[in-house]
């Protein structure tokens, strides 16, 4: 099992960057596959990007494509978000999420506990 702890969220203007952070406890970071889910006020949780374990694979909502980037550091247990050219409806509380099975109907079983990004025009 593994835990999660994200980190980086904020406020920003329309335009600006944030860099979201997920750090996983344990020994076994690399066998998992990461990704970053994210739930807007009133709205259902919706997928965002997720990387493989072995970090070939990489898959993002196309709300976000060309704009966010997933990346993952197994020496260090964490998983990134760069954002950049943020607009107002990114805004939410965005999860990392974790599991060692990846498909394309990713379900992971192991979630963090949320970072707010908040996004102002």
């Known amino acids: 099992q593994v835990q999660l702890v994200a980190s980086g969220g904020g406020s920003v203007q329309a335009g600006g960057s944030l860099r979201l952070s997920c750090a996983a406890s344990?020994?076994?970071?690399?066998?998992?596959?990461m990704g970053w889910f994210r739930q807007a006020a009133g709205k259902e949780r919706e997928f965002v990007a997720a990387?493989?374990?072995?970090?070939?694979?990489?898959s993002y909502a196309d709300s976000v494509k060309g704009r966010f980037t997933i990346s993952r550091d197994n020496a260090e247990n964490t998983v990134y978000l760069q954002m950049n050219g943020l607009k107002p409806e990114d805004t939410a509380v965005y999860y990392c999420?974790?599991?060692?099975?990846?498909?394309?109907?990713?379900?992971?079983?192991?979630w963090g506990q949320g970072t707010q990004v908040t996004v102002s025009s």
């Open positions: 990387q493989t374990r072995s970090g070939d694979t990489l």
């Open positions: 344990g020994r076994t970071f690399s066998t998992y596959a």
């Open positions: 999420a974790a599991d060692q099975v990846y498909d394309s109907r990713w379900s992971p079983r192991y």
